[in-house]
């Protein structure tokens, strides 16, 4: 794990959408440079990106390979992803982690079981590793991908490649601009109707994306008796566990530390799941 900030050049910038865009460094330099011993991040994790002068911010791993190459993919939105944004191949930004606690992938997938997996707008960033390694592993998956008009369609290419031969990659727009007119939890229900009416099991449902989505999803799971698995967000300073930010009300939960993937047996725990989050000050309001 890189424990500190450290400052990396940024190898390649894809454009995925009008204010998205992915960002590919290679961190073997900081490896040798600080003698860091490496593991491979799993999907999910996350790290904390530092633009000089102006803020850290939490962003999670959307892409990593065996030659030390990761990415992240980012949606502008404020200051800091506005300077990330306007960043240029060979520039620095200084990254440490990977944070967090990553997917979990069942030890047992039988033939008939399938793994759905859910993502909103940006929220496929986390999404894209976990796909690459459910492919991997020869599970049978569906993928969802949520957004408001199809000018936010991000990774399509990507998810084309490897999985419209077998029919299943969805997109809903909520303007029906393409694919499944409508929400992706509309969606996400009438796959699992058909799914169980033709016999199958769903072993496991993946997602990151709004909380408003996701606390639906998990609603879903909840009645039909799936695991759910769901990336939240906080606001989030330290990113392993320290200063208490992004804790989550009953439970003490940090979401940097035990999450940022919470499962459905934690999330019924959680009282704050789907309502509320806290400011930079630590005072509660609702999502
Ligand atoms: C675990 C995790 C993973 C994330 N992964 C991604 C990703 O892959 N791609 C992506 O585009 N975004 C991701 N985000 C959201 C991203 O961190 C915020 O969009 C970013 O911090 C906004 O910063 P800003 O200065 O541009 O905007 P600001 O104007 O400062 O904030 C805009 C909104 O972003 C959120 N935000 C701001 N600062 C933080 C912070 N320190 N921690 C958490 N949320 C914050 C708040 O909701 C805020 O209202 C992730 C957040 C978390 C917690
Ligand atoms: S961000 Fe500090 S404890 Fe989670």
Not at 99 to 121: A, C, S, T
Request: charge should be neutral.
């Amino acid at each position: 794990m890189i424990k500190k900030p450290r400052m990396v050049q940024i190898s390649e910038i894809v454009q995925e959408s009008k204010d998205v865009k992915t960002f590919t460094f290679n961190i073997k330099s900081i490896l040798s440079n600080y003698s860091i011993q490496y593991q491979d991040p799993t999907p999910g994790e996350f790290l904390m990106v530092w633009v000089p002068g102006i803020d850290e911010i939490p962003m999670s791993l959307s892409g990593f390979n065996n030659n030390k190459d990761w990415s992240i993919t980012v949606k502008e939105v404020g200051e800091c992803t506005e300077m990330l944004f306007n960043l240029e191949k060979s520039d620095l930004v200084g990254i440490r982690g990977p944070f967090g606690n990553g997917f979990q992938i069942p030890e047992f997938n039988f033939n008939n079981q399938l793994n759905i997996v859910v993502g909103g707008g940006i929220g496929m960033a986390p999404l894209i590793p976990l796909i690459s390694e459910l492919i991997k592993l020869k599970i049978k998956i569906i993928v969802i991908e949520g957004v408001k008009s199809k000018e936010e369609i991000i990774f399509k290419k990507y998810l084309k490649n490897y999985l419209i031969e077998n029919e299943t990659f969805y997109i809903s727009t909520d303007d029906g601009s393409y694919g499944y007119k409508g929400f992706a939890t509309d969606l996400f229900n009438s796959i699992i109707e058909k799914e169980i009416e033709k016999g199958n099991k769903i072993n496991q449902v993946y997602s990151c994306g709004p909380e408003q989505m996701m606390y639906e999803l998990f609603h879903i799971c909840e009645k039909f008796n799936i695991s759910f698995q769901g990336s939240l967000e906080r606001m989030m300073r330290c990113g392993f566990g320290m200063c208490g930010l992004c804790v989550l009300d009953p439970s003490g939960i940090r979401v940097c530390r035990e999450g940022p993937i919470l499962d459905s047996k934690i999330l019924r725990t959680c009282t704050d799941f789907g309502k509320y989050n806290r400011d930079f000050s630590g005072k509660k309001n609702t999502i």
